[in-house]
């Protein structure tokens, strides 16, 4: 594999009345979605999270229908979070590697890292690009762990990120 292609999802339609996983994307999600279909390679290979946000994004970028889903892409395992006007600092404090008690039980930084680098050593088996459809705190943690994003850029790159959005990494 030469080049890794990771996709973050499009926006989705969001719904405190079932978790986060299963949302579907908005109208402008589809949309955003579609428009990336010339921006990625015909000839790749193609993995999602299993969440639905990524999965369906990766699909209408693609036009496959048929994904491949792996919970190594999946976005950082965040038990008990609340849905509330804290969500985003929340999150931030994470990604710059502050955390405190309102990340109890949250996975790691480094073991999302290492979740999502086994995922792509698992799938980037050959010459062929590798396009992954993910979420952006794992996104940026995995950049992070492999020296891609400097610690002290981490919340400024993952605030910029956007709904879509795609990161080209060169691994040849």
Not at 133 to 144: D, I, K, Q, R, S
Request: hydrophobic content about 45%; proline content about 6%; some cysteine.
């Amino acid at each position: 594999m030469s080049r890794l292609i990771l996709v973050r999802h499009a926006m989705p339609a969001l719904d405190a009345r079932i978790a986060s996983a299963q949302w579907q994307l908005s109208p402008e999600g589809e949309s955003a979605a579609r428009a990336l279909r010339g921006l990625l390679p015909t000839d790749a290979d193609v993995v999602s999270s299993p969440e639905t946000k990524a999965a369906q994004t990766v699909s209408l970028a693609t036009g496959s229908a048929s994904i491949v889903t792996d919970a190594r892409f999946a976005e950082v395992c965040r038990p008990g979070e609340p849905f509330d006007a804290d969500v985003r600092a929340r999150r931030l404090a994470w990604i710059e590697r502050r955390p405190d008690e309102r990340h109890t039980g949250w996975e790691t930084s480094a073991e999302a890292a290492a979740r999502f680098e086994d995922g792509v050593r698992a799938h980037a088996t050959g010459e062929r690009p590798l396009v992954i459809g993910t979420h952006g705190m794992v996104l940026t943690a995995w950049l992070l762990s492999r020296g891609i994003v400097d610690p002290a850029e981490a919340g400024a790159y993952w605030s910029n990120l956007a709904f879509p959005d795609v990161v080209t990494v060169d691994c040849g």
